[in-house]
């Protein structure tokens, strides 16, 4: 677009500029300030000559009216006038450059060029930000997903948490949950028809979770049954009375608008706010708070349905201890055990009677969780001493000693289960192989007997051994071999028979590869 009053100075641009540029160029002019506005409202220029002394509306007036409706246009001023004068004015408008009349055909060219080059810029960027976007729309609902699963089901290391958040730019450490129920009525506190409502959300689900961004700002997963689990993160480890009710009242009417649009019944129940990795927790309040009530939207510190602890008592503790143990994480329990019994200490110090009592409370959870994770032969008196050596210790110090040391071996328990299972197998593997090598026995027999699957157990056999299942079973088979060899006159058809060979020629090459002789060398030598 060139905006000038000048004729002479427009036929110069039109013809410098068709010259250089041909039909590349689509050109437009305007006389007046007013023509420049309604000009550029209809053609939408990506390059602007603008002479700033124009009738009636002057050219920055002009431009800054244009840039209300055009972002992206490039403006190059043209003056007989010193450019300082405007330049303060027309920095914000986003100018390219001034040019003093006259103005030089090379000048004229340069600059167009240069203008052309930030347009062409801008769109590939404008182009490559919308692919982006596109992948993001399809990209984004799976991470998201993936959040949400982990956290619900507990399948996650730390670091995968914090990759997720990075992800998603989740910069909260805590959250809670929302559970999103839907049938076609409510009859008592259950909804009715949920297979059918289920697929009628898995169809709908796009629309559903746009609607439910206009009312509950989250992190919204896919349909499992007739619910949809909704992540909130947020700053703080409380919700104000202010902010639980805002949270109510955006539900309520997420329930009316869902229910009008999709002709089901819609209720939401919200957990109360926990750290990240706790999330299964807030989820499980969020159902547990739709279940004890028949109210479309409740929030579970309306109505509490978990235990309720006094103040200042650290839960957090107490719950990342016991997680802890489950995880057979030894340092981390201990550790965890030794500040959670300073606070007893600093709390409860004249209480001894109740520390001693917390201290037989833990202890007895986290052996309870070791039995269940281990598979550990409980037996009924193997506690009996523990209420008398608690009660005959001398103070704190003492107790705190006895506390954590049944904690780590509560976690030591743990850590070691899956070691012990894989070296009983392995165990139990090899002393059926000592007694069966003579015979045809291959991984699959060996695995049925130690009850795991050939593939696993291969596995276990070669980290526990060193060796595996076919360079043990050899080895063991060649050592039987080389003693018969030494100390009966028996046949080599017989000696390998014995040792679990039905073809001696592969007897003796495998002998051979082992020992470096011949059976009949051996037995010579």
């Not at 100018?95 to 103005?103: A, G, M, T």
Request: charged letters at 30%; hydrophobic letters at 35%.
């Amino acid at each position: 677009m060139l905006a000038d009053d000048e004729g002479i100075v427009i036929d110069s641009l039109k013809f410098i500029i068709e010259k250089e540029f041909g039909s590349g160029c689509e050109i437009r002019v305007a006389k007046t300030g007013r023509q420049v506005i309604e000009l550029a409202e209809e053609f939408q220029p990506d390059i602007a000559f603008m002479d700033i002394q124009m009738p009636g509306i002057n050219g920055i007036e002009a431009m800054r009216e244009i840039r209300r409706t055009n972002k992206h246009v490039v403006f190059i001023v043209m003056t007989a006038y010193d450019k300082f004068d405007y330049a303060k004015e027309a920095i914000s408008l986003g100018v390219l450059d001034y040019l003093n009349k006259p103005v030089s055909r090379e000048a004229i060219i340069d600059i167009l060029q240069k203008a052309m080059g930030r347009i062409d810029g801008e769109r590939t960027k404008r182009s490559n930000d919308l692919k982006v976007r596109e992948k993001l729309e399809i990209v984004v609902p799976i991470i998201e997903n993936g959040l949400i699963q982990d956290l619900l089901f507990k399948e996650y290391f730390k670091e995968d948490i914090d990759n997720y958040k990075t992800l998603l730019g989740i910069d909260c450490d805590y959250g809670y949950m929302a559970c999103m129920t839907f049938g076609r009525e409510l009859v008592g506190n259950y909804m009715t028809s949920a297979v059918a409502a289920s697929i009628q959300a898995q169809k709908s689900y796009k629309e559903i979770h746009t609607i439910t961004d206009d009312y509950i700002r989250g992190i919204m997963g896919n349909v499992m049954s007739n619910k949809i689990p909704i992540l909130i993160p947020c700053h703080n480890d409380t919700l104000s009375y202010n902010e639980r009710n805002e949270i109510v009242e955006n539900a309520r009417a997420l329930c009316r608008k869902l229910a009008d649009r999709f002709d089901m019944d819609f209720r939401v129940g919200f957990g109360s706010v926990k750290p990240l990795e706790r999330m299964c927790e807030s989820y499980e309040e969020a159902n547990s708070v739709l279940i004890s009530n028949t109210s479309h939207v409740a929030h579970v510190d309306d109505m509490p349905v978990a235990c309720q602890y006094e103040e200042n008592y650290p839960m957090d503790l107490e719950k990342r201890l016991f997680d802890e143990i489950n995880l057979g994480n030894v340092s981390e329990s201990v550790s965890i055990a030794q500040t959670f019994f300073d606070w007893m200490e600093s709390t409860y110090a004249n209480d001894n009677d109740s520390v001693r009592l917390k201290c037989l409370e833990f202890v007895l959870w986290a052996e309870h969780l070791a039995y269940e994770k281990t598979g550990r032969m409980y037996e009924f008196k193997s506690r009996a001493n523990y209420l008398s050596e608690l009660m005959s210790l001398s103070g704190l110090a003492d107790e705190k000693i006895w506390f954590t040391e049944k904690i780590k071996d509560a976690a030591f328990w743990v850590s070691n289960k899956h070691e012990e299972q894989s070296m009983s197998a392995v165990n139990q593997a090899k002393q059926y192989i000592d007694e069966n090598y003579m015979k045809e026995l291959t991984l699959d027999d060996v695995s049925r007997v130690v009850n795991i699957s050939s593939y696993y157990f291969s596995k276990v056999f070669k980290e526990e051994t060193g060796e595996n299942f076919i360079d043990y079973l050899t080895k063991l088979r060649i050592e039987a071999a080389k003693k018969l060899l030494k100390t009966t006159n028996k046949s080599m058809k017989e000696i390998s028979a014995e040792v679990g060979y039905s073809d001696p020629n592969y007897f003796s090459r495998n002998f051979k590869k082992y020992t470096g002789k011949t059976p009949t060398d051996y037995a010579r030598g």
